[in-house]
């Protein structure tokens, strides 16, 4: 039986995807992987063509035309893996960022009880290693901003490694997602705690990428910041 199905976007990842997909398909449990990737220069969908035929039915690939930001690589891998009928569906990076190993902590709180289970970086103090303090000011303020703002007590409402159910993503209805950097990984987790789902934070560390290059940009930091703004405004005049 699959432990669900583990969407990874990638743009320009070719020093990193083959180690990722090789780390996530050597865990215990039975992780599939759907790589969405926007026609990277780099060349990284020909890499993952080519491991299909090593890990065939459980390694998908989907590529779109362009770059089109992060939140709707998302959406499309979500439609995809609700129309595929998977139970567990992920989000995680491509760079390491995020240890595989740690997809076995999520699939374990959501088999407990947790409707999402996130990655979380600040549940259990500060556990980000090689981030200079700036950002990991910026990103650990951003949740405190997001907590005052929103009333949601979560620590780490920036976080991109997470769990879903099945149901909680065909609840809140993801064709009405609008945002797509951080500011998408925010409306996710709001609209999951407005809907009532059990959301659960796991301690995890992450690590800055070693191999590739950041997608993060100041417009980016800017939709965030007004964006969460927005979504409480459209949840008091409940046109979330």
Known sequence: MSAGIVII???NEIEN?????HAV???PSSFHVLIVDDNSPDGTFNKVAELQKQYPGKLFLE?????SGLGTAYVHGFKW????NYQYIYEM???FSHNPNDLEKLYLA???GADVAIGSRYSKGVNVVNWPLNRVLMSYFASVYVKFITGMQIHDATAGFICYKRNVLETINIDKIKFVGYAFQIE???RAFVNKFKIEEVPIIFTDRTLGESKMSGAIIREAVIGVIMLRIRKIFNKL
């Open 188 to 190: 996710m987790k709001y």
């Open 110 to 112: 959501c088999q407990n």
């Open 17 to 21: 995807i083959e180690r990722i997909i």
């Open 93 to 95: 990076d491509a760079d």
């Open 81 to 84: 893996a609700l129309s595929h």
């Open 63 to 67: 590529v779109r035309t362009k770059k």
């Open 9 to 11: 976007p990638t743009y």
């Open 25 to 27: 398909f050597q865990l």
